[in-house]
């Protein structure tokens, strides 16, 4: 088991565009996390999946923003007609339900709109 | 409101020294976790405190959890360049995610 992974490292876009972030959690883990982490601040927390239930989705998360997690497995988390304001970390954490929070990070996302 | 805080935001300190982060925390909670970011990379955990009194050590890092207090430390000993970082310590409030503190940025000095 290599972690969770995320895809692309980096991504580079231009305000109004459409973009697409994958992770791959943790193959035994039932829950999938996303978050924000701007410059200088801690992650905030954007949603979270328990198998493939969107399970809570943050006031953060505007309707520009859609994640899924189909059949439980991976996610993907877009957002569309970019805005600068997203610039930020995206991070992806996943944890077995009977350990809840303790969640392992993936290395991210590194978005940023111009 | 649920609300998480450290300090210091900031520290700097020379190697070989002793220091103490704080993290206050706003309402009941007895799972804290205290994790490491070096500039540009995700999270990478450091310590799982699910109790209070809770005292977990590695290597030169010790945390503890005082939920009385509503407070844990992380306390750093006789600090190496290696352990310049950003810290920061997530508590779960029961609604099945993290809030995490503004961090602390760590930077130890020759």
């Known amino acids: 088991d290599t972690g969770v992974s995320q895809d692309p490292r980096h991504k580079i876009t231009k305000r109004g565009q459409n973009v697409t972030f994958r992770c791959d959690p943790i193959?035994?883990?039932?829950?999938l996390y996303w978050y924000r982490q701007t410059l200088g601040q801690g992650p905030e927390f954007l949603t979270y999946?328990?198998?493939?239930?969107?399970?809570?989705k943050s006031r953060l998360l505007s309707d520009r923003f859609s994640a899924e997690r189909p059949k439980g497995s991976f996610s993907t988390l877009e957002i569309q007609r970019t805005e600068q304001g997203d610039s930020a970390m995206y991070l992806c954490?996943?944890?077995?339900?009977?350990?809840?929070?303790?969640?392992?990070f993936g290395q991210g996302t590194r978005l940023t709109v111009v | 409101e649920l609300k998480v805080e450290q300090n210091p935001l900031f520290l700097s300190m020379q190697e070989g020294k002793n220091y103490t982060i704080y993290c206050n925390y706003s309402?009941?909670?007895?799972?804290l976790y205290w994790y490491r970011q070096d500039p540009g990379k995700s999270l990478e955990s450091l310590f799982v405190?699910?109790?209070?009194?809770a005292v977990k050590q590695e290597g030169r890092l010790m945390a503890s959890l005082d939920t009385k207090a509503r407070l844990s430390t992380l306390h750093i000993t006789a600090a190496v360049h290696d352990l310049s970082a950003t810290y920061f310590c997530a508590v779960d409030f029961g609604n099945e995610k993290l809030t995490f503190g503004t961090g602390t940025r760590l930077t130890i000095i020759p």
């Open positions: 309402t009941t909670s007895d799972r």
């Open positions: 405190l699910l109790s209070n009194g």
């Open positions: 954490a996943s944890s077995a339900i009977r350990t809840a929070t303790e969640a392992f």
């Open positions: 193959s035994e883990h039932n829950r």
């Open positions: 999946f328990q198998n493939e239930a969107q399970l809570e």
